[in-house]
């Protein structure tokens, strides 16, 4: 059994080098035929062999993304659309997420590692997601997407706390204000697990336990196969159970 795992493996990276090379063969034919169009037209740009920078994998059928990134900030731009918040928060999101949202609302971004952004109606600011410095029930509008799972992990430069996570969903109870928004999202699937030191997986119940103290008033799940949809609202157990590293989005409010 090993032995025919390892022919396989063999076979597999063999199978790699021969793509790798004929992608190589497409490349230096493509080149050549470019500079013998240099010769019959305006040349308008050098182009020399030193600057070459070879991008073999783009020559694809579709664009690739990925389904987490895309789909949830998708969600949450979404979400921000319908409750028009004065002033948004964002603790450590993506960085794409709130410098495009900053464009219709204002949004104050913390992160433990501050970001050195430069645009209007966004500042970018430290935080302690553990130990949050607002007031309770003080923030009307707050995100924190696909950030908890690594606290306490380690994978960011923070301390090791095995329930860094709690703390953190603790200080997102704590500061969201009454009638205000928190949106969350971190990967979830059939089973909790810790995948070190990348992030933690979740159920989808265990989510709903950890904000207890909070109302749940939107699910949305971002599957792993795109068969099974982008963004599916309120889906069925049978999807869930179908998962092993999916995406949850939750938008909850606090009474």
Same mark, same amino acid.
């Given at each position: 059994?090993?032995?025919?795992?390892?022919?396989?493996?063999?076979?597999?990276?063999?199978?790699?080098?021969?793509?790798?090379?004929?992608?190589?063969?497409?490349?230096?034919?493509?080149?050549?035929?470019?500079?013998?169009?240099?010769?019959?037209?305006?040349?308008?740009?050098?182009?020399?062999?030193?600057?070459?920078?070879?991008?073999?994998?783009?020559?694809?059928?579709?664009?690739?993304?990925?389904?987490?990134?895309?789909?949830?900030?998708?969600?949450?731009?979404?979400?921000?659309?319908?409750?028009?918040?004065?002033?948004?928060?964002?603790?450590?999101?993506?960085?794409?997420?709130?410098?495009?949202?900053? =464009?219709?609302? /204002?949004?104050?971004?913390? +992160?433990?590692?501050?970001?050195?952004?430069?645009? @209007?109606? !966004?500042?970018?600011?430290?935080?302690?997601?553990?130990?949050?410095?607002?007031?309770?029930?003080?923030?009307?509008?707050?995100?924190?997407?696909?950030?908890?799972?690594?606290?306490?992990?380690?994978?960011?430069?923070?301390?090791?706390?095995?329930?860094?996570?709690?703390?953190?969903?603790?200080?997102?109870?704590?500061?969201?204000?009454?009638?205000?928004?928190?949106?969350?999202?971190?990967?979830?699937?059939?089973?909790?697990?810790?995948?070190?030191?990348?992030?933690?997986?979740?159920?989808?119940?265990?989510?709903?336990?950890?904000?207890?103290?909070?109302?749940?008033?939107?699910? =949305?799940?971002? /599957?792993?196969?795109?068969? +099974?949809?982008?963004?599916?609202?309120?889906?069925? @157990?049978? !999807?869930?159970?179908?998962?092993?590293?999916?995406?949850?989005?939750?938008?909850?409010?606090?009474?």
């Amino acid at each position: 059994m090993i032995f025919q795992s390892k022919i396989k493996e063999i076979k597999s990276r063999r199978l790699q080098r021969q793509r790798q090379a004929q992608k190589v063969a497409a490349f230096n034919q493509q080149y050549r035929r470019l500079q013998e169009q240099e010769k019959s037209t305006q040349q308008r740009f050098k182009l020399i062999d030193r600057d070459l920078k070879p991008m073999l994998n783009d020559n694809t059928t579709k664009t690739s993304f990925d389904r987490h990134y895309i789909y949830h900030t998708a969600w949450a731009a979404r979400a921000l659309k319908k409750t028009t918040p004065e002033l948004h928060v964002d603790i450590s999101s993506t960085l794409y997420f709130c410098s495009i949202v900053s =464009a219709f609302v /204002p949004v104050d971004f913390y +992160d433990y590692r501050p970001a050195e952004l430069k645009l @209007s109606n !966004l500042t970018s600011k430290k935080a302690d997601l553990t130990n949050l410095h607002f007031a309770d029930s003080s923030v009307s509008s707050i995100s924190c997407m696909h950030t908890v799972e690594h606290v306490g992990l380690g994978r960011y430069g923070d301390p090791l706390d095995y329930d860094g996570d709690i703390k953190a969903i603790n200080e997102l109870s704590r500061v969201l204000a009454k009638g205000g928004n928190l949106l969350f999202v971190v990967p979830v699937g059939r089973e909790a697990k810790i995948i070190f030191n990348a992030h933690r997986i979740y159920t989808k119940d265990l989510v709903t336990e950890l904000f207890a103290s909070l109302e749940l008033q939107e699910f =949305a799940l971002i /599957p792993e196969k795109a068969s +099974d949809g982008g963004l599916v609202d309120n889906p069925s @157990s049978e !999807l869930l159970n179908h998962q092993n590293y999916a995406c949850g989005c939750f938008r909850f409010t606090k009474k």
